[in-house]
């Protein structure tokens, strides 16, 4: 099955400056990859998402990009602010039989010093 | 708040006690997923529901697990046989097709 790893655990950073979060994934057939924010004691909530025919996405400060030959994906949030500080999680998925698995990371705990 | 709800919040059993949880999807949402999450981990996976039909179960789902959506709207998860290792978060997510996923807040399991 699917295997995502995700680094750094966890991540401190200024107010302002940028934060990047790395995963690979295993298995080549994914073509999936959302990434969630969860704050403490909160639900995941999906901030962005990119599929495998793209290999870039942006939306605000907020920009994911995608080596599918590499197997990796990155998540880069520029101007960080407190509000950013939460786990945030990436995934990826496939279609297969007209349904999805989706297998998480493991997290990285963001934490944006004011 | 017309999400993903989940019922009861949290919940607090004895080992050995049996616990059922439910899920009401996004009222349009055909796909429904149950996932668990343990502290400092990301969901996994539990099983997943194309309208009524449970389509596939994780290894993770052992046979004191069960889950049903019969009429293809809302879902229970039940654990039967409570073990301190069932403690967790369990999620329900919804989706639309093949669309992104919408969470529940999740009913937090405790087993003493």
Same mark, same amino acid.
């Given at each position: 099955?699917?295997?995502?790893?995700?680094?750094? &655990?966890?991540?401190?950073?200024?107010?302002? *400056?940028?934060? $990047?979060?790395? /995963?690979?994934?295993? +298995? &080549?057939?994914?073509?999936?990859?959302?990434?969630?924010?969860?704050? !403490?004691?909160?639900?995941?909530?999906?901030?962005?998402?990119?599929?495998?025919?793209?290999?870039?996405?942006?939306?605000?400060?907020?920009?994911? %990009?995608?080596?599918?030959?590499?197997?990796?994906?990155?998540?880069?949030?520029?101007?960080?602010?407190?509000? *950013?500080?939460?786990?945030?999680?990436?995934?990826?998925?496939?279609?297969?039989? =007209?349904?999805?698995?989706?297998?998480?990371?493991?997290? %990285?705990?963001?934490? $944006?010093?004011? | *708040?017309?999400?993903? &709800?989940? +019922?009861?919040?949290?919940?607090?059993?004895?080992? =050995?006690?049996?616990?059922?949880?439910? /899920?009401?999807?996004?009222?349009?949402?055909?796909?429904?997923?149950?996932?668990?999450?343990?502290? =400092?981990?990301?969901?996994?996976?539990? %099983?997943?529901?194309?309208?009524?039909?449970?389509?596939?179960?994780?290894?993770? !789902?052992?046979?004191?697990?069960?889950?049903?959506?019969?009429?293809?709207?809302?879902?229970?998860?039940?654990?039967? @046989?409570?073990?301190?290792? +069932?403690?967790?978060?369990?999620?329900?997510?919804?989706?639309?097709?093949?669309?992104?996923?919408?969470?529940?807040?999740?009913? @937090?399991?405790? $087993?003493?």
């Amino acid at each position: 099955g699917e295997n995502v790893e995700q680094h750094p &655990s966890t991540l401190s950073v200024q107010e302002g *400056d940028s934060a $990047v979060i790395k /995963c690979t994934y295993s +298995d &080549s057939a994914s073509n999936y990859f959302p990434w969630y924010k969860q704050e !403490l004691g909160k639900r995941p909530q999906l901030i962005i998402d990119i599929r495998s025919n793209v290999g870039e996405k942006k939306d605000q400060r907020i920009a994911v %990009t995608l080596n599918k030959t590499a197997k990796h994906f990155s998540l880069h949030i520029t101007e960080t602010q407190p509000e *950013d500080s939460a786990v945030y999680f990436c995934a990826a998925s496939m279609g297969s039989g =007209g349904y999805q698995k989706v297998t998480f990371g493991t997290g %990285t705990k963001l934490q $944006v010093i004011p | *708040d017309t999400g993903v &709800s989940q +019922d009861p919040r949290h919940k607090i059993t004895k080992r =050995g006690q049996n616990v059922t949880f439910r /899920c009401d999807p996004i009222s349009e949402h055909n796909r429904l997923y149950w996932y668990r999450q343990t502290l =400092g981990q990301g969901p996994e996976f539990l %099983t997943y529901f194309q309208n009524e039909a449970q389509l596939e179960k994780s290894r993770l !789902l052992s046979d004191r697990f069960s889950a049903e959506r019969p009429k293809g709207s809302f879902s229970t998860l039940e654990i039967q @046989r409570t073990e301190q290792g +069932d403690s967790a978060m369990y999620l329900c997510a919804s989706s639309l097709d093949r669309r992104r996923e919408t969470f529940g807040s999740g009913t @937090r399991l405790t $087993v003493v």
